[in-house]
């Protein structure tokens, strides 16, 4: 049986990778790298997340957007 492997990419940052359905097909041998990677991601201070850049498969810390204030009407 072959095998297929797939990543998802959006703006350029590797969301999943999959080996039964995705975007783009990819080969074993870059599927074991992302897969490695993701096995390693690092610490990130809180309010931040580590994204996986497409192409050089280098962490990217990104800050996550505020948490909108909770609305006081909503728990009556």
Same mark, same amino acid.
């Given at each position: ?13 590797i ?8 975007i783009?097909?990819?080969?074993a041998d +870059?599927y074991?790298?992302i ?6 991601? /690092? %610490?990130?201070? &809180? ?10 498969? +280098? ?6 957007p505020p948490?909108?204030? /909770? %609305?006081?009407? &909503?728990n009556?």
């Open positions: 049986m072959i095998m297929k492997y797939y990543k998802n990419v959006v703006d350029g940052f969301l999943s990778i999959s080996r039964t359905y995705g783009t097909r990819i080969k +870059e074991n790298a897969l490695s990677k993701i096995s390693a991601i /690092p %610490d990130t201070p &809180e309010g931040y997340q580590c994204l996986l850049v497409d192409g050089t498969l +280098e962490w990217e810390l990104v800050e996550l948490e909108p204030a /909770p %609305d006081p009407e &909503e009556i």
